[in-house]
């Protein structure tokens, strides 16, 4: 219970006693023992009130110490976006900066780590909470490591988690890409939006799923995985998974990429193909409208299954709004009236951000967990 208080402090999703009653569905009483624990352990501190409509005054909770701040990276194939995240999804100094993936993580994070360096020193690096990576891969949370990376050669099971830690002296947050965004685009949504899916498409494409307020990872950490659902449309075009007719070989960036170049258009990444999209060229508009369309086949499927209360779009091709569009009309085509009747659907608001904000959230989540196990003395993976 008070690992959950401290999230949604530190999300800026309640910042009242009542308000974390009412999202943790626990008895006021019980709020309250918790909430006068923290403020005794100095990890919560009151600060002022604020009057509701009609009612008395509350007293307003914030995490304490909350000046602190965490450095953040989101790494994609040859460059990483970086930036300063606070506690409630406050973002800045953001900028992109080279990072080679292929060249492996001994290789590539040196530099990385001086860049995130230079941003600590910037903000005051006493008040640096903790470092946090997006990652275009799968990632095993217990070991902190990348496992089975298709897009990140030399990377499966290096331990970069604990490299950061090492490197930085404070906790350290690693998760996949479409995690990330899901837990970024979460933190700054109304409150009351406590069910959604995150897809990421890009290159490739990915799912993160929000479940009660909360990132939920299945049963072995691969909730979300819809890229490799397979799709009548596809036949047997070979997948980097080892199947055949997965989404991800008629949906993504880089199917998009190949079905363009098949048509005898000149592309060679999936930025060519929005590049051509965003002027309005045919085939190009064609081929994502079509890509929209699968995507959002297979997303009705979820959206029947888990009634969410919004999906949201980031990636490059939610850029597109052929591609929005499909998606969107697809949902509505595929699922029932009631399960679409007051679903958002509609791009990421933090757009690119998503994935840096996410990623700086976990960080942080993840020093709170250690400084209320150091009072404490629960364990926290």
């Given amino acids: 219970m008070a690992e959950r208080v401290l999230e949604l402090l530190a999300s800026g999703q309640a910042s009242t006693r009542t308000e974390l009653s009412a999202l943790l569905a626990a008895a006021p009483s019980t709020i309250s023992f918790t909430v006068s624990q923290l403020l005794a352990l100095g990890l919560v501190a009151e600060d002022g009130t604020v009057t509701a409509t009609g009612g008395r005054p509350r007293k307003m909770l914030r995490l304490g110490g909350s000046e602190g701040f965490a450095v953040a990276a989101e790494l994609g194939g040859k460059h990483a976006r970086v930036g300063v995240v606070l506690p409630g999804g406050g973002l800045s100094d953001v900028s992109t900066v080279p990072f080679a993936t292929d060249e492996g993580p001994e290789s590539a994070l040196p530099g990385l780590a001086r860049t995130l360096d230079s941003l600590a020193e910037q903000h005051g690096r006493v008040l640096l909470k903790g470092v946090g990576l997006s990652l275009p ?5 217990m070991s902190g490591v990348v496992t089975l990376p298709s897009r990140m050669p030399g990377w499966n099971r290096f331990p970069v988690r604990a490299w950061l830690e090492d490197r930085f002296g404070v906790p350290a947050a690693i998760e996949n890409d ?23 498409t890009g290159t490739a494409i990915g799912a993160g799923v929000i479940a009660d307020g909360r990132l939920y990872r299945g049963g072995s950490g691969a909730a979300g995985e819809i890229t490799h659902v397979r799709v009548e449309a596809a036949h047997d075009i070979p997948c980097s998974c080892g199947n055949t007719g997965c989404l991800e070989t008629v949906a993504s960036g880089a199917a998009l990429v190949r079905i363009l170049r098949e048509r005898g258009l000149e592309v060679a990444s999936t930025e060519d193909v929005v590049r051509l999209a965003s002027d309005a060229d045919p085939e190009a508009t064609r081929a994502v409208r079509q890509a929209g369309r ?27 709004e052929p591609f929005v569009a499909a998606v969107r009309s697809q949902l509505y085509e595929g ?14 608001s933090l757009g690119a951000d998503a994935g840096l904000v996410g990623a700086g959230q976990f960080a942080l989540h993840r020093a709170l967990a250690e400084a209320l196990h150091a009072v404490t003395g629960n364990h926290h993976p």
């Fill in 294 to 320: 699968y995507l959002g086949m297979v997303l009705a499927a979820n959206v029947n299954f888990f009634n969410p209360d919004a999906v949201y779009l980031g990636g490059i091709l939610s850029t597109l």
């Fill in 335 to 348: 699922c029932h009236p009631l399960v679409t009747e007051h679903l958002v659907i509609e791009r990421a």
């Fill in 178 to 200: 479409a995690n990330c965004m899901a837990v970024g685009e979460h933190t700054v949504q109304p409150p009351d939006r406590r069910q959604s899916i995150m897809v990421k």
């Fill in 137 to 141: 891969g799968p990632v095993d949370l």
